[in-house]
Each structure stands twice: as C-alpha cells, then as structure tokens.
T-cell receptor
C-alpha cells in the first residue's frame, strides 16, 4: 500500500527553468493538496483539488499551476522557477467530507532554485 | 478568518519528563482540530483529532490533547517523553468552505538524554 507518492524527491533548477512535480495516491481520495514548507512558516497551501478535473487556489498560488486530469494524480508545475520557490513541497490527500479532516502526506520533494 | 497559533517555536525536554505543546485557534463555531507530527525528512502523520464529544482525546504514540473552548486551546500532552518523540509538531484546524486544513507554524521538540 503506497499511499501518497511524490516524484521527484530532490531537484535543483536554475532560475527560469520549468518543472513538474507529480503526486500519485492509491487510496481513491477525492481531495488532493499541494503545500510548501519553509522554515518558521509552517505549511502553506498552494493549490488544491476537490475532484478529478477541478483545481482551486490556496494561500500562495502565484508562480504555480496544477492539473488533475486523473483522480489519482495531482501535478504541480513551475513555469519559470524563481529562487523564492526554493522549498520543500508536500502533497496530501483525503477522503471527501469536511469532518474527515485527516490528510495523508507524501514524503516531500525538496526543490532548490539557483 | 480561522487561524492557529503555536506560541513555542522550539522546546527541549529531558527524556522521561512530561510534555505539553500549546496550540490556540481562532474559529467561530465548534472547530475540528488536529495534531500532526513530522519526523526529520518525512511527511506529516496524524497524531490525533477532535471533532466533538469528549474534550480529552487520545492519539497514537501515547499522546493526548485536551480541547478547552473557553481558552480556545487544544494543547498536546505526553506524560513521559521518549527520545524518538523528537520531531516537529503541527496543530491544525479545519477552515473554509472546502474544509481545508489551516496549520500552525509548528513546534520543534528536542529531547535531551
């Protein structure tokens, strides 16, 4: 049972390059999330999806795009990476229903932008 | 808007000592509250959650938390800390129409031998 899997786990980019982070979950969860974690800032929500084909902006969406073409996958894209996007990115998923709450997290993807 | 405050950035306790991590929330109605733990290099794992009912909730790894509406608090406790409890702990509350989690900034726990 893999749960939530993120690829790649590490990546170094130069300013202006583009890349895509892939999140895959095998729990048939409706809701999926992308967070970034920075020292002293906790987790901040970038984008989220409440089902296949839907996406919505979170707290810090600028500079990122997402897609949810398949229920099990949630992609996070950086079109033109900036040093401010150096961070650890976490994907998470959960079942539908506001009371469920519990998020299942991937192990993170560490991105460095030079 | 909903928010979560964890007043302590870093706490150090001796192994075997008791632990209390503080969490204060801002929410109009009855909140759904969570504590997550993050070990170094790992994603977050749910420790416990409060939705309603008994204000003292038990979680995994011997942790418990108490919901106090009058103080808008949901503090995490453990009677005797083990070295393996060294990690970062995040309090969270469900907020917004989509039920997204709002996280505090975390408290890093160090354990002295």
């Amino acid at each position: 049972n893999a749960g939530v899997t993120q690829t790649p786990k590490f990546r170094v980019l130069k300013t202006g390059q583009s890349m895509t982070l892939l999140c895959a979950q095998d729990m048939n969860h409706e809701y999926m999330y992308w967070y970034r974690q920075d020292p002293g800032m906790g987790l901040r929500l970038i984008h989220y999806s409440v089902g296949e084909g839907t996406t919505a902006k979170g707290e810090v969406p600028d500079g990122y795009n997402v897609s949810r073409l398949k229920k099990q996958n949630f992609l996070l894209g950086l079109e033109s990476a900036a040093p401010s996007q150096t961070s650890v990115y976490f994907c998470a998923s959960r079942i539908e229903g506001i009371s469920s709450g519990e998020l299942f997290f991937g192990e993170g993807s560490r991105l460095t932008v030079l | 808007a909903q928010s979560v405050t964890q007043p302590d950035i870093h706490i150090t306790v001796s192994e075997g000592a008791s632990l209390e991590l503080r969490c204060n929330y801002s929410y109009g109605a009855t909140p759904y509250l969570f504590w997550y733990v993050q070990s170094p290099g790992q994603g977050l794992q749910l420790l416990l959650k409060y939705f309603s009912g008994d204000t003292l909730v038990q979680g995994i790894k011997g942790f418990e938390a108490e919901f106090k509406r009058s103080q808008s608090s949901f503090n995490l406790r453990k009677p005797s800390v083990h070295w393996s409890d060294a990690a970062e702990y995040f309090c969270a509350v469900v907020g917004g129409s989509q039920g997204n989690l709002i996280f505090g900034k975390g408290t890093k726990l160090s354990v002295k031998p």
